[in-house]
C-alpha cells in the first residue's frame, strides 16, 4: 500500500523509552513520518537491568534486533530460588519456546537496550524531538493537533503516549485520578562484577520480608536486586542508600551476602518505591492512545514491564499495518492487550505479596510449599506469557 493510500500517515509518540522506540522503528520501517517528542534532553535510559522473557525476545526477533541484544547482554535458562543462607529450594529451567538456539531468558543492561533501540529507529527514519512535551491536544474524526510546551504545533493521524508512570498524556487525556499508587514496596538496584558461577537467575528468600536476586547481565557483570517492605512512598536520600541497602542485605549469606560486603560509595545504587497503575479500558480517547507504563504499570516480579511495552508497540504495528480505522483498531487494540496485561500486574503483586508477607515463624514449612509450589507457578507463567499476543 502506498503512502499515500495510508489511513496513518503522521504519527507522534510522547516518550523516548522501550516502548516508544521499539514502536517508532516499526512504524517508521512502513513507510510512515514518526516523530518521537521526549520530554528529557537526553533521551537517556533509567535503572540498571532489564530481564527479558521469551515474549519480549519475540518482539526484538520481529525487529531484526535480537542478535545485537543477545551480543550486549547474557542469556539463561534455568531460574533457581534460595533461603537467605544461600542454600536451594527449588531450580527450574524454562522452555526455549522461540526454538532451540534462544535461551528462555535474555538479560541486558537497561542502557544498551536503550541504545539499540535508539539507533534502530533513528536508521529508519524516525525524528527524536527532546526537551519538548505535549501541553494540549485536541482531536477530530480525521486527526489529532498537538501543541507543544516549546509553542510548535503540528497535526498527526495518531498520537501514542508512551511516556511512563508519570505520563504528561495520561493526565490530558484522563485527569489526574489515575496517578500511579504506592504499592507498600520499594525496590533496589546496583550493578556489581558477575559472579563466575552465577550463569542462571537467582532469587533469595529473606527472613526480614525482603527478596533478593541477582541476575546476570553481560559476561563481566550482573545486578543485585531487593525489594523491601516500606512503609510509606518516599524518596530516599541517595547518600543513605548504601546504608540502608547494607542493612537490609545483613540477614544473608552466600552469594548474596559476599556482594553485600563488595558494595561502596563507588557504587550507584538506585531506588524506587514500587508503584503501579491500573487505568481502566479503555487506553485511548479518540486517535490518542495509551501503552507501556503510562497505561499499566506494574510490580517488577515477573519481570514484564519492559515486556509489556514491547508487546503494546508489536500489536499496536501490526494493527496499524492492517490499516484498520481508527475506532476499530483501538478497539481492537483494547482486546487483545488489556486482559493480558491486567494478568501480568495481577500476578506481578500477588507474588509480592505471597513472598513478603510470608509467615517466618515457619519458614521451614513455607520452604516445603515454594518447593511444590513455585515450578507450577512457573510453568503456568511461562506457558501464559509464551503465547502469542
Request: charged residues 20%; hydrophobic residues 40%.
Amino acid at each position: 500500500m502506498s503512502k499515500q493510500a495510508m489511513i496513518y500517515k503522521r504519527v507522534l509518540i510522547a516518550g523516548a523509552g522501550i516502548g516508544g522506540m521499539a514502536l517508532a522503528t516499526a512504524l517508521a520501517r512502513r513507510g510512515i513520518e514518526v516523530q518521537v517528542v521526549e520530554r528529557r534532553q537526553q533521551a537517556s535510559a533509567i535503572g540498571v537491568g532489564i530481564i527479558q522473557h521469551c515474549n519480549a525476545v519475540r518482539v526484538l526477533q520481529s525487529l531484526s534486533l535480537l542478535q545485537d541484544c543477545q551480543a550486549a547482554g547474557f542469556q539463561a535458562d534455568e531460574r533457581r530460588y534460595h533461603d537467605e543462607s544461600g542454600k536451594l529450594i527449588v531450580s527450574a529451567y524454562s522452555a526455549r519456546s522461540l526454538g532451540p538456539d534462544i535461551p528462555a531468558f535474555h538479560n541486558v543492561p537497561r542502557v544498551a537496550l536503550q541504545g539499540i533501540l535508539e539507533r534502530a529507529a533513528l536508521e529508519a527514519g524516525t525524528q527524536l524531538r527532546t526537551g519538548d512535551s505535549i501541553v494540549a491536544i485536541t482531536q477530530d474524526s480525521e486527526g489529532v493537533d498537538v501543541a507543544f510546551g516549546s509553542g510548535a504545533s503540528a497535526r498527526y493521524d495518531l498520537v501514542v503516549g508512551a511516556d511512563g508512570i508519570r505520563s504528561g498524556l495520561r493526565r490530558l487525556l484522563f485527569g489526574n485520578e489515575w496517578e500511579p499508587q504506592f504499592t507498600g514496596f520499594g525496590f533496589w538496584r546496583v550493578t556489581v562484577p558477575r559472579l563466575p558461577n552465577l550463569d542462571f537467575m537467582g532469587m533469595y528468600h529473606g527472613s526480614n520480608s525482603t527478596k533478593a536476586g541477582l541476575v546476570p547481565l553481560t559476561g563481566e557483570t550482573m545486578y543485585l536486586f531487593l525489594v523491601s517492605n516500606e512503609p510509606a512512598n518516599v524518596q530516599m536520600d541517595p547518600a543513605s542508600h548504601l546504608r540502608v541497602l547494607r542493612e537490609y542485605l545483613a540477614p544473608y549469606g552466600g552469594d548474596v551476602g559476599a556482594v553485600r560486603d563488595m558494595l561502596n560509595a563507588s557504587h550507584e545504587i538506585v531506588y524506587s518505591p514500587a508503584e503501579q497503575v491500573l487505568l481502566p479500558q479503555p487506553w485511548y480517547v479518540g486517535r490518542a492512545l495509551l501503552i507501556g507504563d503510562a497505561a499499566h504499570a506494574g510490580m517488577p516480579h515477573l519481570a514484564q514491564g519492559a515486556a509489556m511495552a514491547l508487546e503494546d508497540a508489536y500489536v499496536l504495528d501490526e494493527l496499524v499495518g492492517r490499516q484498520l480505522p481508527a475506532p476499530v483498531l483501538m478497539e481492537s487494540f483494547m482486546q487483545r492487550r488489556f486482559e493480558r496485561c491486567l494478568y501480568s500486574q495481577r500476578a506481578s503483586l500477588a507474588i509480592a505479596n505471597s513472598e513478603q508477607h510470608s509467615d517466618f515463624t515457619a519458614l521451614s514449612k513455607h520452604h516445603d510449599h515454594l518447593r511444590e509450589s513455585l515450578p507450577g507457578i512457573w510453568r503456568s507463567s511461562d506457558m501464559k506469557l509464551g503465547a502469542q499476543p
